[in-house]
């Protein structure tokens, strides 16, 4: 009978905490004008483009895609990164059978 009692109670502080509500700190009136800057996500161009040349085979063939995704990772941080143009470049290398294959 114990158990019961004691599951019950458990039951009713879980339901009453759950149905709460919390209220959010007041922001400062200046605050609630103007929302903060988010910053971009930064993204690594070697790194990426070191990456997907991972993806490639080290052939003779393949070495112009290779160089294209080189030259990619060396662009400027100014300059926006052309992500649909890397992934391009490595669609065109399976195309043509440059990339390596699993080991199965």
Do not use: W, Y
Not at 59 to 68: E, L, N, T, W
């Amino acid at each position: 009978m114990m158990k019961r009692t004691a599951l019950a109670g458990v039951m009713a502080m879980a339901m009453l905490a759950a149905c709460s509500k919390s209220t959010p700190p007041e922001a400062p009136a200046d605050a609630a004008a103007t929302p903060p800057a988010k910053a971009a996500p930064t993204i690594d161009r070697a790194k990426m483009a070191a990456g997907l040349i991972d993806l490639l085979d080290t052939a003779p063939q393949c070495q112009s895609f290779r160089d294209r995704l080189g030259e990619a990772g060396k662009t400027p941080a100014d300059v926006p990164l052309d992500v649909e143009m890397m992934n391009q470049v490595v669609a065109e290398a399976h195309a043509a059978g440059c990339t390596k294959k699993s080991a199965q």
